[in-house]
């Protein structure tokens, strides 16, 4: 089973709000230009306002939490891969071990953003890809997990060929030009679920089965 988080609310500040006070107050006490620094809602919520779909964005804690359970975890073998907000593809090596620290990983991530990749020299643990969503699920397709979809069990979902596709957004619905890319929407659950309790629920049903 491989897993696309979609829609990741993983971006650098973008250039509309570059110059907000807000951001450029708290970029310079991290000593960082404004275009270098991740979006998050935590410190940029008043310059955020007026972004087109702000409720899905400035929420890189979800992509931390995710990694760090994801490929900790014995029981996952498959691959992860990270498209974000803003229509990047990132790919990530299986011999990646996210910072437990969220500083520290909020500073890779600024890293990976800017340059491309992390580390710098070598081989990339993480690496943005020059694909697009489409060109990376064109041979397997993607199933995407929405609490709108068909009730399905986790475990019919372990040997699927199709990469699953789960939000890692706070709030809002998939970008219909997703869901256009997608060939079912199914569910795990009858209630909603945030992005790692449905990863979570996925990797057990797998290891139990």
């Given at each position: 089973?491989?897993?696309?988080?979609?829609?990741?609310?993983?971006?650098?500040?973008?250039?509309?709000i570059?110059?907000?006070?807000s951001?450029?107050?708290?970029?310079?006490?991290?000593?960082?230009?404004?275009?270098?620094?991740?979006?998050?809602i935590?410190?940029?919520y008043?310059?955020?306002?007026?972004l087109?779909?702000?409720?899905?964005?400035?929420?890189?804690?979800?992509?931390?939490?995710?990694?760090?359970?994801?490929l900790?975890?014995?029981?996952?073998?498959?691959e992860?891969?990270?498209?974000?907000?803003?229509?990047?593809?990132?790919?990530?090596?299986?011999?990646?071990?996210p910072?437990?620290?969220?500083?520290?990983?909020?500073?890779?991530?600024?890293?990976?953003?800017?340059?491309?990749?992390?580390p710098?020299?070598?081989?990339?643990?993480m690496?943005?890809?020059?694909?697009?969503?489409?060109?990376?699920?064109?041979?397997?397709?993607?199933?995407l997990?929405?609490?709108?979809?068909?009730?399905v069990?986790p475990?019919?979902?372990?040997?699927?060929?199709?990469?699953i596709?789960?939000?890692?957004?706070?709030?809002?619905?998939?970008?219909?030009?997703?869901?256009?890319?997608?060939?079912?929407?199914?569910?795990?659950?009858?209630?909603?679920?945030?992005t790692?309790?449905?990863?979570?629920r996925?990797?057990?049903?797998?290891?139990?089965?």
């Amino acid at each position: 089973m491989d897993i696309i988080l979609i829609e990741s609310s993983l971006e650098l500040v973008p250039e509309q709000i570059r110059y907000h006070p807000s951001v450029v107050k708290n970029a310079l006490k991290v000593g960082k230009d404004p275009s270098k620094v991740l979006l998050d809602i935590s410190l940029h919520y008043h310059a955020m306002r007026d972004l087109p779909n702000r409720e899905k964005r400035g929420r890189p804690d979800i992509v931390h939490t995710v990694l760090t359970m994801v490929l900790t975890d014995p029981e996952f073998r498959g691959e992860v891969l990270i498209h974000t907000v803003d229509s990047r593809i990132i790919k990530v090596s299986r011999k990646m071990r996210p910072p437990k620290n969220y500083l520290r990983f909020v500073g890779l991530m600024e890293q990976l953003l800017v340059y491309g990749r992390v580390p710098l020299e070598g081989d990339p643990l993480m690496e943005v890809s020059t694909l697009t969503l489409e060109e990376v699920i064109r041979d397997r397709g993607l199933i995407l997990l929405d609490e709108k979809g068909q009730r399905v069990n986790p475990s019919s979902l372990c040997n699927s060929k199709e990469f699953i596709g789960v939000g890692a957004f706070p709030h809002g619905d998939f970008d219909p030009e997703v869901r256009k890319l997608s060939g079912s929407s199914l569910s795990i659950s009858d209630k909603t679920l945030e992005t790692q309790h449905v990863v979570c629920r996925l990797i057990s049903s797998c290891a139990q089965g």
